[in-house]
């Protein structure tokens, strides 16, 4: 295969990317530290000029694949890539759980903080596989409730039961009814007096907080979140960890602190009715009516009108613009609302996974997007994102400058698109013919290679396009 690669600094970047996108990366794209402080791990290892991923690292001692196997062994009904299709991934190191899971149809979201191996969540980045930094500690993570159909944690350095078990309560917010945990057992308890300690103590508050505990074999524990609230609605008043209050929006996320209550499940049954993969794609979802906004259009309309026009647009920059041949890895669209332009990619075939970003200043659609089976976040565009520079290979934005102008600087924007986008990545920039205008000379000025294209497709007729090429 043809490479064209060019050295900046200790950098060196690839214009083309190896197909085998989830197994080997370029040892320059990368921190070497980990080679430093894990002589000999088999997590990660270097070839050459490349980084290597066997599989078989510390957490999964017969390698990932295997691993998959046994869980799929004890509770079938976890059904990868059909009944399970979004993941969490806490601690994932280099993310081998989830670039193993994309061959089985499942999309993990690896979180980590930046750790004492210099940003391992960049070798997963690096991979192809979703992932950002995150700090489990003070406030909500910035997804939705009912999110993931499983959330995995294998040695990843969280003491669960510890301040009233105010994370696991995390996690069971952003779980989905009915959802699955899958906790393997950590060395780091190995220096308590009673190794059992730590298990019982997990069995002890799960059971408080109605899951049901499917399996345990080995180091590997599996449970279940309910489907309803009568678990709930059933326990003695004086059960601890208490039911959160009535008017606690389980998905306002953004500036929200941890709290140690349940958060109820709702009644209408919204989340917890999802169809399975692929059908969920392009199902209206219930939780599509309860999203807050200004319009009083019909949201299914919506739904529907956005999926369609995404799909002409996307034909249109696959035939014009070859996005097939861009062998892209890392995509995200800055405002998503529904996940149409996610959902286009998938139905053309382009082989990529999307970061769906929902703007603050917006509605709050994520939880929709997690329902139709795709990844997304909630952020605040007047901020810096939460990844490494060099990030993604494509980056997509449709009215979200006339949008944040009033809130932002523009200029702050594009800087920020300038820092995680891949040197030789492309920006897609849909919006009116005034910030255009504005934003070819921001290009300019940040060494962009720009194209300016009128818009003629419905709606947005009087709108143009803006594609800038950051040099390599």
Same mark, same amino acid.
């Given at each position: 295969?043809?490479?064209?690669?060019?050295?900046?600094?200790?950098?060196?970047?690839?214009?083309?990317?190896?197909?085998?996108?989830?197994?080997?990366?370029?040892?320059?794209?990368?921190?070497?530290?980990?080679?430093?402080?894990?002589?000999?791990?088999?997590? =990660?290892?270097?070839?050459?000029?490349?980084?290597?991923?066997?599989?078989?690292?510390?957490?999964?001692?017969?390698?990932?694949?295997?691993?998959?196997?046994?869980?799929?062994?004890? =509770?079938?009904?976890?059904?990868?890539?059909?009944?399970?299709?979004?993941?969490?991934?806490?601690?994932?190191?280099?993310?081998?759980?989830?670039?193993?899971?994309?061959?089985?149809?499942?999309?993990?979201?690896?979180?980590?903080?930046?750790?004492?191996?210099?940003?391992?969540?960049?070798?997963?980045?690096?991979?192809?596989?979703?992932?950002?930094?995150?700090?489990?500690?003070?406030?909500?993570?910035?997804?939705?409730?009912?999110?993931?159909?499983?959330?995995?944690?294998?040695?990843?350095?969280?003491?669960?039961?510890?301040?009233?078990?105010?994370?696991?309560?995390?996690?069971?917010?952003?779980?989905?009814?009915?959802?699955?945990?899958?906790?393997?057992?950590?060395?780091?308890?190995?220096?308590?007096?009673?190794?059992?300690?730590?298990?019982?103590?997990?069995?002890?508050?799960?059971?408080?907080?109605?899951?049901?505990?499917?399996?345990?074999?080995?180091?590997?524990?599996?449970?279940?979140?309910?489907?309803?609230?009568?678990?709930?609605?059933?326990?003695?008043?004086?059960?601890?960890?208490?039911?959160?209050?009535?008017?606690?929006?389980?998905?306002?996320?953004?500036?929200?602190?941890?709290?140690?209550?349940?958060?109820?499940?709702?009644?209408?049954?919204?989340?917890?009715?999802?169809?399975?993969?692929?059908?969920?794609?392009?199902?209206?979802?219930?939780?599509?009516?309860?999203?807050?906004?200004?319009?009083?259009?019909?949201?299914?309309?919506?739904?529907?009108?956005?999926?369609?026009?995404?799909?002409?647009?996307?034909?249109?920059? =696959?035939?014009?613009?070859?996005?097939?041949?861009?062998?892209?890895?890392?995509?995200?669209?800055?405002?998503?609302?529904?996940?149409?332009?996610?959902?286009?990619?998938?139905?053309?075939?382009?082989?990529?996974?999307?970061?769906?970003?929902?703007?603050?200043?917006?509605?709050?659609?994520?939880?929709?997007?997690?329902?139709?089976?795709?990844?997304? =976040?909630?952020?605040?565009?007047?901020?810096?994102?939460?990844?490494?520079?060099?990030?993604?290979?494509?980056?997509?934005?449709?009215?979200?400058?006339?949008?944040?102008?009033?809130?932002?600087?523009?200029?702050?924007?594009?800087?920020?698109?300038?820092?995680?986008?891949?040197?030789?990545?492309?920006?897609?920039?849909?919006?009116?013919?005034?910030?255009?205008?504005?934003?070819?000379?921001?290009?300019?000025?940040?060494?962009?290679?720009?194209?300016?294209?009128?818009?003629?497709?419905?709606?947005?007729?009087?709108?143009?396009?803006?594609?800038?090429?950051?040099?390599?």
């Amino acid at each position: 295969m043809l490479f064209l690669l060019l050295r900046h600094g200790n950098f060196c970047y690839c214009l083309l990317h190896i197909l085998e996108l989830s197994l080997d990366i370029w040892l320059s794209n990368v921190p070497h530290t980990p080679f430093k402080e894990k002589a000999g791990n088999k997590w =990660v290892k270097k070839k050459g000029d490349k980084c290597i991923f066997p599989g078989d690292g510390t957490q999964y001692v017969l390698g990932a694949n295997q691993y998959l196997d046994q869980i799929s062994k004890m =509770v079938p009904e976890i059904a990868f890539g059909q009944r399970t299709r979004i993941a969490m991934d806490i601690g994932g190191g280099v993310a081998s759980f989830g670039a193993y899971l994309m061959d089985r149809n499942v999309s993990t979201l690896s979180i980590a903080t930046k750790d004492m191996h210099n940003n391992q969540i960049q070798f997963a980045l690096e991979r192809g596989v979703p992932a950002m930094l995150t700090a489990f500690a003070k406030h909500r993570l910035l997804y939705p409730s009912q999110a993931f159909d499983l959330i995995h944690c294998s040695r990843c350095s969280i003491y669960w039961t510890r301040d009233d078990g105010i994370l696991l309560l995390e996690v069971n917010r952003m779980l989905r009814a009915g959802g699955y945990f899958i906790w393997k057992a950590e060395p780091v308890y190995r220096h308590e007096e009673n190794l059992f300690a730590p298990l019982k103590e997990m069995e002890d508050l799960t059971r408080r907080l109605c899951w049901e505990l499917l399996k345990n074999e080995g180091d590997i524990s599996i449970w279940r979140k309910p489907l309803n609230n009568s678990c709930y609605l059933s326990r003695p008043p004086a059960v601890q960890p208490s039911l959160c209050g009535v008017g606690d929006d389980p998905d306002n996320v953004w500036n929200v602190n941890l709290k140690t209550c349940i958060m109820q499940l709702p009644e209408n049954g919204y989340g917890s009715n999802v169809t399975t993969w692929p059908a969920r794609l392009h199902s209206p979802p219930d939780r599509l009516f309860s999203i807050k906004m200004d319009a009083e259009l019909s949201r299914r309309e919506i739904y529907k009108a956005e999926s369609k026009f995404w799909h002409e647009i996307i034909s249109g920059y =696959v035939g014009a613009f070859h996005w097939k041949e861009l062998n892209l890895r890392n995509v995200m669209d800055m405002r998503a609302l529904y996940g149409g332009f996610a959902a286009a990619l998938h139905d053309l075939n382009i082989d990529c996974w999307v970061m769906n970003v929902v703007p603050v200043s917006g509605s709050n659609t994520l939880p929709v997007l997690y329902d139709r089976g795709l990844i997304g =976040v909630m952020h605040d565009w007047c901020e810096p994102f939460d990844t490494y520079p060099r990030t993604y290979d494509l980056l997509h934005a449709a009215a979200l400058f006339s949008v944040e102008r009033n809130r932002c600087n523009v200029t702050t924007i594009m800087l920020e698109m300038d820092r995680i986008l891949r040197p030789g990545g492309r920006v897609y920039i849909r919006d009116t013919t005034p910030v255009i205008e504005e934003l070819e000379e921001i290009a300019h000025a940040l060494g962009w290679v720009p194209f300016k294209f009128d818009g003629s497709e419905g709606p947005h007729s009087n709108w143009k396009l803006l594609i800038g090429e950051k040099r390599l």
